[in-house]
């Protein structure tokens, strides 16, 4: 005896039906005003919650973006800071490089004054060799302002170094670090004599020069004394500061003393020089 095969509903039917009765019940119940019963309680599991979660997901994007458009102004806000931080930020380094200007033109001004019996023409330097020193250089300022061979040239606190070359508007400047200068020089404090020589090797070291042929018999000088041109020199105008005694050494002979003298100049930053337009005729040290 053959059984019957059973009959089965597939489940998306029974839920799609269950679905479609508990609509055609809610509608009911809303159009027909039935109060209380089963259908205000289906509504009330079912229906009540689901307004919450609506509810508590509308609150969530409501605050989502709310703070989307506080973190739009935020950004905002801070683009406009940055515009204005790069403008103070560009007008301080002006105000910086004009105070530096300023203090550059004091400086020469003080030293013009500090030498008022020469005569003098202010130039920019505009190149120099290699290195970190300014023993050779290049002025903006040649022939047709007046500069010769051999004029001094003094900056900052005082000698700077000599003239070598000139063109009709620049001219080229050697230092009285390098290794072939030689000044003569005088201890302002006993009126003693003595020769400057450059040396590199020492700048780069310690940052002094050299001295020698000191006559100080009486051991009157000691470190710290100024050093300025003396007024035996050829080359050099008298009296132009070149620095100060670091250190002193009695010499073989006992006779004559060596050492080194810390430049008044800072010879690793010069901008601007006074060119001084009177100069020895003869030539020497």
Partial sequence: ??????????LRYILLFLTGICVVGILLGFTLNISGGPLNTVAGYVFVPMQRGINTVGMW????MDNLKKLSDVMEENEDLRRQVDDLTAELNTIKLEQYELENLRELFDLDQKYPSYEKVAANVIGKDGGNWFSNFTIDKGADDGIEVDMNVI??????GIVTSVGPNYAKVSSIINDTNKVSGMVTTTSDNLIVKGSLKNMNENMVIDFSDLNDSD????????VVTSYVSDQYQQGI????????TKDSNNLTKSGTITPS?????????????????????
């Fill in 61 to 64: 994007i409501s605050d989502k």
């Fill in 265 to 285: 100049v800072d010879f690793e930053h010069i901008h601007e020089v006074l060119v001084i337009l009177n100069k020895k005729q003869s030539t020497g040290n």
């Fill in 155 to 160: 900056a900052g606190s005082g000698l700077v």
């Fill in 219 to 226: 051991d009157n000088v000691v470190v710290g004394d100024p």
């Fill in 1 to 10: 005896m053959k059984r019957r095969a059973k009959f089965s509903v597939p």
């Fill in 241 to 248: 500061l070149i620095g100060y005694i670091s250190s002193l």
